[in-house]
């Protein structure tokens, strides 16, 4: 079953805009990762932030997790046209930290519109 | 580097007939996975395999997938008898060290069509 569940489904933007994603879960994680999905270069990873960290950044990316609320966000600044993609949570549980068994959610579609 | 290897690209086949993918991994990385990606989802784990061990299979079909990575490196996944709802793309993805790397690199994936 899917651990994560994603806000929106879908997001439609004009270039130079800020794109914010929402991914909520269910259980204890050990860490939750961001990945970017498209048809050019399939699915990549972006960004990992671990259970005892609140934000993290690379580049145009900025990642926020409340383990109090069981969430995540996603925000990418500045957006472009290349930003275009389906973008998915997938978290590491508690007990899954020898495997690093990813869990997907249902992913957000961003549409950058130039 | 090279990436993840994955053949092949598309395969259209009927129900009840047999497909294999096959997977090359990153050099060295000793995980190998293999993701189910069915349309306007996330993808699944299917099986995680650690050198040749199998770590986890819980949600492999055992009826009709099976998998193997003989001298832990490359990888096949076979369908027999393929589903009309086995329709998805398959991905494979490999990691370093999962228990500390948790990054996976993913391949391009095969998609599958069952009619």
């Known amino acids: 079953s899917q651990q994560g569940e994603e806000d929106p489904q879908a997001l439609s933007i004009q270039e130079g805009e800020n794109a914010t994603m929402n991914c909520s879960y269910k259980t204890s994680i050990n860490n939750l990762q961001w990945y970017r999905q498209n048809s050019g270069r399939g699915l990549v990873h972006l960004i990992l932030?671990?259970?005892?960290?609140r934000e993290k950044h690379s580049g145009r990316l900025r990642v926020t997790l409340d383990t109090s609320k069981k969430s995540s966000s996603l925000l990418i600044t500045a957006s472009r046209a290349a930003d275009t993609a389906s973008y998915f949570c997938a978290t590491v549980l508690t007990g899954s930290s020898n495997t690093g068994k990813l869990i997907f959610g249902q992913g957000t579609t961003l549409q950058v519109k130039p | 580097e090279a990436g993840v290897a994955q053949s092949p690209r598309y395969k259209i086949i009927e129900k009840r007939q047999s497909v294999a993918f096959w997977c090359n991994p990153i050099s060295g990385h000793a995980t190998l996975y293999w993701y189910q990606q069915i349309l306007g989802q996330g993808p699944k784990l299917l099986i995680q395999?650690?050198?040749?061990?199998?770590?986890?299979d819980s949600q492999l079909p055992k009826d009709r997938f099976s998998a193997e990575r003989l001298k832990g490196v490359d990888s096949t996944l076979k369908i027999q008898p393929a589903k009309l709802e086995d329709s998805a793309v398959y991905l494979c993805?490999?990691?370093?060290?999962?228990?500390?790397?948790?990054?996976?690199?993913f391949g391009p994936g095969t998609r599958l069509t069952v009619t």
């Open positions: 932030i671990r259970s005892n960290e």
């Open positions: 993805a490999s990691s370093l060290d999962p228990s500390v790397y948790y990054e996976q690199y």
């Open positions: 395999f650690q050198n040749n061990g199998v770590v986890d």
